[in-house]
């Protein structure tokens, strides 16, 4: 899917010089400052991709870059768990109401354990009541959808406006959002509850092409173009709305997902991965409906293939998108807190609730998220970097930091595997199935040549 010729390198180019002017990192006061990489042409062992660079040395601990996601989504089934900002996924509103909304789910059928009874959590939820000291760990208050629907909630009127004008005003089932069909688009997100909603990321990248692509289209009909100018604008605007997706590895979704275990032969392989491009037929299908007018000004966009290709961006560059819950950090701040009566006073509030959200308590937001420059790390099983945040980073953006010193002009990599510390080559080579590669990094060949040699 990426651009290819001399003009569309130009215009790679220049699109990872934006995308790494917008991330910033944090100096070791605190302050916010340039990010200070470079995507350019790995090294051959890499097969002639991208990687990214450090235009500067880095000490360990040190924060290398902090990215603002492309696109990200909360998992739909994390949502009762989390009420965050649907643009920058900063928690929104107080502790106090988030902890009363939660139990009132969780006990919907059942009175709560005493002594909390449903009185006090409708309290808590309402806000009539606060938890004592929860006012130091609430969130900004929560900013209604432009689109006057109930599904998102922002931390600010910047951000309700800036995911309005970037893909909301489609994504929005309120009375206001542009969706011509409201019903199918309530259909294109029921079945991506009941499926994957990994759906609902590729749609928000749709939609944040089709935005792109009319903000261009407008500028270049501004600009007097008339005629065969005017198709060749929709074109070259097609191709600008694309190029932030188009730049990441991709392949069609139904081809990027390693093969099941419990898939015993070829035609059960076949099967699922059928399996696979129905679902995203199906899906495509109910958001072409939903979003008639603008699926027949941006045909391109609403294609199998793209939209194979979006999902399977997805699948091989999706960082998980972690946000740490303030809920959590309260009670953990109450337990902490010195012995004494003021203690004991909100210990006697806080821990018939904490008992009742029992292993619920802690649970933080939780999602997935394309990150442009993130994207192009390059992975290896002793990496120099990895993604880690700290107290400070209250929002969904993905921060890199130095696992140990680096060197100007070194590449910068992750891993794509889990505790991949503990694990050996084989198992390490296993989960990495899914990027369609065996890794060939320093740590992984010493290890094949002690494995051969042992064997002499």
């Known amino acids: 899917m990426e651009p290819v010729g001399a003009d569309a390198r130009a215009a790679v180019d220049e699109h990872w010089r934006c995308a790494i002017a917008r991330c910033r990192a944090r100096a070791s006061n605190g302050a916010m400052t340039a990010c200070d990489v470079a995507v350019a042409r790995a090294r051959e062992r890499r097969g002639g991709g991208r990687g990214v660079f450090a235009t500067r040395a880095f000490e360990r601990g040190e924060c290398v870059m902090i990215e603002r996601a492309l696109v990200g989504a909360q998992h739909e089934e994390n949502v009762k768990h989390a009420r965050a900002c649907e643009n920058c996924h900063r928690y929104v509103g107080t502790v106090s109401s988030a902890v009363g909304r939660r139990l009132l789910e969780k006990y919907a059928n059942a009175a709560p354990p005493k002594p909390t009874t449903r009185e006090d959590l409708v309290k808590l939820a309402s806000g009539e009541a606060t938890l004592p000291g929860a006012d130091a760990f609430d969130g900004p208050r929560e900013v209604g959808c432009l689109g006057a629907c109930a599904r998102n909630v922002y931390c600010s009127e910047a951000c309700a406006s800036e995911a309005w004008r970037e893909r909301e005003s489609l994504m929005c089932p309120g009375e206001k959002g542009m969706a011509t069909n409201k019903r199918a688009l309530d259909e294109f997100y029921a079945h991506a509850r009941e499926t994957n909603d990994i759906f609902i990321l590729a749609a928000k990248a749709v939609a944040t092409m089709c935005a792109r692509a009319s903000r261009a289209s407008a500028r270049d009909r501004d600009d007097g173009s008339s005629g065969k100018e005017i198709e060749r604008d929709a074109s070259a605007a097609e191709d600008f709305a694309r190029l932030p997706f188009a730049v990441v590895a991709n392949a069609p979704w139904w081809e990027s997902v390693a093969t099941p275990h419990d898939c015993e032969d070829e035609r059960a392989e076949m099967e699922f991965r059928t ?128 696992r140990r010193d680096i060197a100007a002009g070194e590449e910068l990599t992750i891993s794509y595997v889990s505790d991949e510390a503990s694990k050996s080559r084989d198992e390490r080579n296993d989960e990495l199935c899914d990027y369609g590669f065996v890794c060939r990094c320093e740590r992984c060949e010493n290890e094949l040549r002690e494995q051969r040699s042992r064997k002499r």
């Open 275 to 402: 399996t696979l491009r129905t679902l995203a037929q199906d899906s495509l299908d109910l958001l072409r409906s939903a979003w008639g007018e603008t699926a027949n000004a941006w045909p391109r966009f609403f294609t199998l293939e793209t939209y194979g290709r979006l999902i399977g961006a997805f699948e091989l560059n999706n960082l998980e998108l972690v946000v740490e819950s303030p809920v959590e950090n309260y009670f953990l701040a109450i337990d902490a807190a010195p012995d004494g009566e003021e203690k004991r006073a909100a210990m006697r509030v806080t821990q018939p609730l904490l008992d009742a959200l029992d292993t619920e308590y802690d649970i933080p937001l939780l999602g997935s998220a394309l990150f442009s420059v993130q994207s192009g790390f390059n992975h290896d099983c002793d990496p120099n970097c990895e993604p880690m945040k700290g107290e400070e980073d209250i929002d969904g953006a993905c921060v890199i930091i130095a």
